[in-house]
């Protein structure tokens, strides 16, 4: 059974979270102006992202 693991969500959470600030800041460095719906579409985005990569390598560790 897989578990949840709270610290590792949090980590892959916070990754692409600046990852998206990284790359918002470079796209407005190029002309990008942020739409209303930027900042908590990457929230939300970064949660499922987080969850994805817990549940992909949660499956690699069961296979080893």
Known sequence: MQ???KK???KYF?????GL???F???MFFGYELMPFD???SIFT???LANLILLLTQ???QQD
């Open 3 to 5: 578990y949840f693991d």
């Open 8 to 10: 590792l969500f949090l």
């Open 14 to 18: 916070m990754m692409i979270l600046c």
């Open 21 to 23: 600030m990284v790359g």
């Open 25 to 27: 800041t470079l796209a």
């Open 39 to 41: 900042i908590p579409g």
């Open 46 to 48: 970064s949660a499922l």
């Open 59 to 61: 499956g690699q560790e």
